[in-house]
Nanobody, 121 residues
Framework: QVQLQESGPGLVKPSQTLSLTCTVSGGSDTINHYYWTWIRQPPGKGLEWMGAITNSGSTYYSPSLKSRTSISRDTSKNQFTLQLSSVTPEDTAVYYC?????????????RGQGTQVTVSS
């Protein structure tokens, strides 16, 4: 059974960089052929696709977040990381890592439980 677990600080100050790591366990090599994805949900709003990375390291970002987002992957540790720079309170959200089959989609094959990140001074 594939499991994803997000980790990182729950509180980030404005203008700082938010950094989250997703650890993937279980499953077969098949999951390496999917997109490893970050999705978020601000309070009272819908899911927002942020970006994704492939096994070969190709990255895809939401146009609205591209200038502030970086996704990387450590295949040896089965981890991938999200960095979001220059955060503001509008970046407060539950952040999910997921494995899915389509760039730009918030649907998923596997997803973590999510981690709350609050941006506040």
């Amino acid at each position: 059974q594939v499991q994803l677990q997000e980790s990182g600080p729950g509180l980030v100050k404005p203008s700082q960089t938010l950094s989250l790591t997703c650890t993937v366990s279980g499953g077969s090599d098949t999951i390496n052929h999917y997109y490893w994805t970050w999705i978020r949900q601000p309070p009272g709003k819908g899911l927002e696709w942020m970006g994704a990375i492939t096994n070969s390291g190709s990255t895809y970002y939401s146009p609205s977040l591209k200038s502030r987002t970086s996704i990387s992957r450590d295949t040896s540790k089965n981890q991938f990381t999200l960095q979001l720079s220059s955060v503001t309170p509008e970046d407060t959200a539950v952040y999910y890592c997921a494995i899915n089959s389509r760039v730009g989609s918030t649907s998923y094959t596997y997803r973590g439980q999510g981690t709350q990140v609050t941006v506040s001074s």
